[in-house]
């Protein structure tokens, strides 16, 4: 009896493999090919801490496949954006670009928000050969030049070049530095040390905060005690905003210096009267209105703020333009490939004077982001608004 | 010397605002012997409540506090309600794993309710900062300090003048003999929940001029004022106090003295060091069981 079952029980056993392979197998084969739609991955810190940059990047990409879809796609190709929140989060980014990669087999990939996480993802995105914008501000990220990896967000050189500029014509001589503990305020922190011997200026001393501390008048303190001509902070909100406020409290009369990371209103709105006076660069978006007609990007910018305020119906902030700008990019190089990676890849390196939010693009096989010092202009908190400095 | 006051100074304002932290976690405790570590999330809720009612709603800030402070010792309460005293089975772990739910569910709350930015007002008295020997006071701190000093002295009368205060220390020796004199245990314990989360919106008020708001700020103030309750010795009400500033001037000083990266480390440093030499804090009332 027993031994009459037991090959009746293998013979059912291999039956059911079969099938499952045949089940996977033919999964396998059914997967339709993309031939009239361009899948484009997306990965943006939607939730979480970095949300302020992943929420208007999301927005953002929607309403650029929106724009190109209504006018007729690329070569006849409609556009479609999957997009993934990564909460900002390096391991479940590198999860988000698994996925995209081979379950939703896209042909380029747009974000994530944030340098840590895009850092995350660049061994996976060289080995794969997918053409990757990135919209976080690290200069790690195309330096040294990955041959997949570009980026639209202005880097902190940039950044860091402008503030020196503006210190260095008002004629000082010495700077302390407080920066946020993690890799914005880091990669900031080593930029301002690299360049500072460049502009003839010395940094006196260097101090960090915590992303969510309460106060920092421990740290100007100390910075007081060298009595520097100014002070860079670099940052994110909030941190910034209690660097300003505590520095008024503590009535230090230096001049602050801001970075582009705390370009948006929420930073006057939490300091308050403190913010008065400082100084930041930021990307031409938050002073769009009051460009020169003659500036290459006034067209694009005011395109781009009056599509987003009239859809989302909430202000712009300078980070969607980042996500915005790829998506363009993209088409542009997309344009005649009919979805081949290596040709967009190279395209994308060839793309030269493409005025975009951020700046006007001039890719190169050895500038993966494109962007000179012109993407920045230094502006002046005065009674709650901007004042463009020339 | 200019330095060292300044240190002093923010060191206060902080340890200030750690100690009132850590006298809810002390009182409820010593009321309940139970660790709320979802006490952070009150403070984030008195912090924002308070804003939102003094900013956009244009209270006074008088009654803004008191509102503010009500209200949130009313969802302590309702907390306690619902998911401390319906436990079955109500051994420590099982509610300090409790309280940590509370934690994450409260912080999601916050995030809907007020959004993922931070907020933040203008502090309660437009004088200017105090100047003593260079070294600058800001007129907050001194509202911290006086408003921690003023709940100190509150709640050392209600201990040991009241018989609320006397039956609430009872249920904390023992529920059962308490109940068998005649004190409503189950209504101390929700009244120790009200308190010690009333606490907890105080110690959010009193901050938000000082600092920026958002729903996630909780976390590490809960941290900071657990810290400081072990420090001073968990369930006395003036180790808390002394463990507050003690951790705020450690922590300032670390800052100005050795470097800015050790500011969060120094009061998980000193923690370990107190539990590993003197596991009942500074001034110590109670037995500290480890379990």
Known sequence: ?390 | MQEILQYIFSGITSGAIYAVIAVGFSMLYNSTELINFAHGEFVMLGALSFITLSGPFQLPLLSAFFLSVAGVACIGMLFERLAIRTVREPNPIVLIIITVGASIFLRGVGMLVWGKDAHTMPPFSKHPPLDIEGAKLLAQSIWIVAIMFLMAAGLHLFYKKTLTGKAMQACAISQKAAWLAGIPSKFMILLAFGLSTGMGAVAGVIISPITMCGYDMGTMLGLKGFCAAMLGGLGSLWGSLIGGLLLGILEALGVGLISSGLKDATAFLLLLFILYVRPSGIISSVNVERF
């Open chain 1, 1 to 390: 009896m027993r031994s009459n079952t037991q090959p009746l029980q293998l013979k059912w056993i291999l039956a059911f493999i079969a099938a499952v392979c045949l089940v996977f197998a033919s999964s396998a084969f059914s997967a339709p090919p993309a031939e009239k739609i361009y899948k484009i991955g997306g990965i943006f810190s939607v939730t979480g801490p970095a949300s302020f940059l992943g929420d208007p990047e999301k927005k953002s990409m929607e309403m650029a496949v929106e724009q190109i879809n209504k006018n007729g796609g690329i070569d006849g190709h409609m556009i479609e954006a999957v997009i993934y929140d990564t909460e900002g989060d390096p391991s479940k980014t590198v999860m988000s670009v698994s996925k995209l990669i081979n379950k939703d087999k896209v042909i380029a990939i747009i974000g994530p928000s944030r340098t840590p996480t895009t850092l995350a993802v660049i061994p996976k995105v060289q080995q794969s050969q997918i053409p990757f914008i990135s919209c976080a501000a690290g200069n790690k990220i195309v330096e040294p030049v990955k041959p997949w990896v570009f980026k639209t967000a202005q880097s902190d050189i940039l950044a860091v070049a402008s503030i020196y500029q503006h210190i260095k014509n008002r004629g000082l001589k010495t700077i302390g530095i407080i920066s946020v503990e993690n890799a914005y305020g880091q990669s900031g922190k080593e930029q301002l040390l690299a360049q500072a011997p460049k502009f003839g200026l010395q940094v006196v001393r260097s101090e960090t905060f915590g992303g969510k501390d309460s106060d920092m008048t421990a740290q100007l303190t100390k910075i007081r005690k060298e009595n520097p001509d100014a002070i860079v902070c670099w940052g994110t909100n909030p941190g910034p905003a209690v660097v300003a406020k505590n520095l008024k409290q503590l009535e230090m009369d230096i001049q602050l210096y801001q970075s582009h990371g705390v370009a948006s209103p929420k930073f006057i709105e939490l300091a308050g009267n403190a913010a008065e006076d400082t100084l930041l660069p930021t990307g031409k978006i938050l002073v769009a209105d009051l460009l020169a007609e003659s500036d290459p990007q006034k067209q694009v910018l005011t395109e781009y703020v009056t599509a987003y305020e009239n859809k989302y119906d909430t202000a712009v902030s300078g980070f969607g333009g980042y996500a915005y700008d790829a998506m363009y990019l993209l088409a542009k190089a997309l344009d005649g490939t009919g979805g081949d990676r290596a040709q967009i890849r190279k395209n994308l390196e060839n793309i030269k004077g493409h005025a975009g939010v951020s700046g006007v693009f001039n890719f190169s096989p050895s500038d993966h982001n494109g962007l000179d010092p012109d993407a920045f202009v230094m502006v002046r908190i005065k009674n709650g608004t901007w004042e463009l400095i020339k």
